[in-house]
């Protein structure tokens, strides 16, 4: 079946601007997260949705960070008024469950954002 | 909360045996990840140990002591592909995961 798809794949913009990420996760999966890689660190945690509780957001860096995933399915991360530290690999992950239930993340290909 | 002890960087000869160890102190432990992560590539599960003891996954395992706070995971047979990081990922109760740097481990000929 599919896997976790994430688009654009690389994403180019002026500082300052609003860019839109976005993530497919696998068909069923309840648990969706989103993580960011700058180059040569770990993976950084953004955000983790759970089917229809709220979201954990304390991964976030700032307020210029939001997230929704609609429907239970589709995710979009969008930052504002980007900075050029913004720029990093964004990668969206899903699970069948999370919450500690330990189901393995199923990764995407990710979103190479760059800031000029 | 949670600590995670790997070493950075290991390596390795083709062919070889290499082990790369974990400490950790983590609250609500449920279990404990090992994923791959290829250079320019997204992290990709390899083991997921729940109960102490050995899992054993082709030339891939992975040991678990809960008590001790301590994994392990074992690589046999070492190829260059393996060349990648090695990420041990404690997994907590009602949290997301939390992934480190991981161990980044170079195999040569």
């Known amino acids: 079946g599919a896997g976790v798809s994430q688009s654009p794949s690389n994403k180019v913009t002026e500082k300052g601007k609003d860019v839109e990420l976005r993530c497919d996760p696998i068909?069923?999966?309840?648990?969706l997260y989103w993580y960011r890689q700058s180059l040569g660190q770990g993976l950084e945690f953004l955000i983790y949705f759970q089917g229809n509780s709220a979201p954990d957001k304390s991964g976030l860096p700032s307020d210029r960070f939001s997230a929704e995933r609609t429907g239970g399915s589709v995710s979009t991360l969008t930052i504002q008024r980007t900075q050029q530290e913004d720029s990093a690999v964004y990668l969206c992950a899903s699970s069948l469950s999370g919450g500690g239930a330990g189901y393995e993340q199923y990764f995407g290909p990710g979103t190479r954002l760059t800031v000029t | 909360g949670q600590n995670i002890d790997q070493p950075t960087e290991m390596t390795a000869t083709e062919g070889a045996i290499v082990q790369i160890n974990c400490t950790y102190q983590t609250s609500g432990f449920n279990g404990l990840f090992w994923y791959q992560q290829h250079a320019g590539e997204a992290p990709t599960f390899l083991s997921y140990n729940v109960l102490d003891g050995l899992e054993e996954k082709g030339r891939f395992s992975s040991f678990l002591s809960r008590s001790k706070g301590y994994s392990y995971l074992l690589l046999k047979e070492l190829q260059m592909k393996d060349s990648a990081s090695y990420l041990c990922v404690p997994n907590q109760a009602g949290t997301a995961l939390i992934f480190g740097k991981g161990t980044t481990l170079s195999v040569s000929s």
């Open positions: 068909s069923g999966h309840t648990a």
